[in-house]
Nanobody, 119 residues
Framework: VQLQASGGGLVQAGGSLRLSCAVS????????IGWFRQAPGKEREFVAA????????YYSDSVKGRFTISMDIDKNAVDLRADSLNSEDTAVYYC?????????????WGQGTLVTVSS
C-alpha cells in the first residue's frame, strides 16, 4: 500500500488549502486513514482521521472546526480541507494508514506535502 500526499503550498493567514492523499494498493472504503503533520523543530502530531467509508471522523483540538477530512471513493483518495489557516499550521503534512483508531499510525509514511502559512 502506498500513500502520497499533495496539495501543499504557500498561503496567507486566514486562507484555505485542500490537501489530497492518493492511496494505491488498497481500497480506502475499507480503511482507516489519518493526516499528521510535523512543524519545524517539533514532533509529528495527529491532525485528523477518517474511517467507515467516510462516516466516522475525528479531529485534534487544534484543527477542530477549521479542517474537514473526507473520502473521495471514486478517486481512492482522502482529502483534507484546511480553512482559517494560521502560522501554527505551517508544517509538512503526511497521510498514513492507522494501526489503531483514531490516531495511532501504522508507521508507513509516504512523502509529505509542505504547507507554509504567511502572516
Amino acid at each position: 500500500v502506498q500513500l502520497q500526499a499533495s496539495g501543499g503550498g504557500l498561503v496567507q493567514a486566514g486562507g484555505s488549502l485542500r490537501l489530497s492523499c492518493a492511496v494505491s494498493g488498497r481500497r480506502i472504503v475499507s480503511s482507516k486513514i489519518g493526516w499528521f503533520r510535523q512543524a519545524p523543530g517539533k514532533e509529528r502530531e495527529f491532525v485528523a482521521a477518517i474511517s467507515g467509508a467516510g462516516r466516522l471522523t475525528y479531529y485534534s483540538d487544534s484543527v477542530k472546526g477549521r479542517f474537514t477530512i473526507s473520502m473521495d471513493i471514486d478517486k481512492n483518495a482522502v482529502d483534507l480541507r484546511a480553512d482559517s489557516l494560521n502560522s501554527e499550521d505551517t508544517a509538512v503534512y503526511y497521510c498514513a494508514g492507522l494501526y489503531r483508531w483514531p490516531n495511532v499510525p501504522n508507521g508507513y509514511w509516504g512523502q509529505g506535502t509542505l504547507v507554509t502559512v504567511s502572516s
